[in-house]
């Protein structure tokens, strides 16, 4: 897989020294409070589970399976609700975690959904990458890994096709391997 690779923008050492520092940073946080993260399928699945092993709080733990359409790397901004049932948080303090901020569609709208129908207690987000680029949506996140440019970045948790959520680290793909890259 590696041989894939264009570029490496982050090594596995210098993802999981960020998360100590987001880990640290959220167990100040929610100090005290009733703790639910709402991790978004699939591509969070490698940042949630080493950064809670960072947290050291009581929390719960439940996620939300949704699907951004997207022609090959560019997200197109359909957000799909894969389970009818929304997670109940109520009167609970909700971390969304996803893994990246790009249009900021997807999570604008499973943060609406869940602030309009599950009255929680709070809710903030926290992705691994944000992209610098000019949105036309209003939205940010609290918690942030690291902030990228505007480009196609597969690996930790991030999939090209369905392929590289497993590569340890966040790159570029070669050209020839992402053939619908921008
Ligand atoms: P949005 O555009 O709604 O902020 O992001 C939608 C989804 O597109 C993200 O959750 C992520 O799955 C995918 N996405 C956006 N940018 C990238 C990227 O650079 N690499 C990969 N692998 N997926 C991305
Ligand atoms: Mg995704």
Redesign the pocket.
Known sequence: MHSHLDSVLFHETTILSRLDAMGREITRDYQGKNLTVVL?LH?SLFFVADLLRRVNLPLRVTSLDVT?Y?GG?Q?CGTVTFNQLALPNVQGQHVLIV??????????AAIRGRIENECAPASVRLCVLLK?RLARDIAIDAHYIGFDIGD????GYG???DGHYRNLPLIGTLKPEYSRHAL
């Not at 996803?98 to 999570?107: E, F, K, P």
């Not at 480009?151 to 597969?154: D, G, L, Q, S, T």
């Open positions: 978004i591509g951004s997207h790397t997200s996803d893994d990246i901020l790009d249009t900021g569609r997807t999570l992209k480009e196609f970045v597969v991030l999939d090209y």
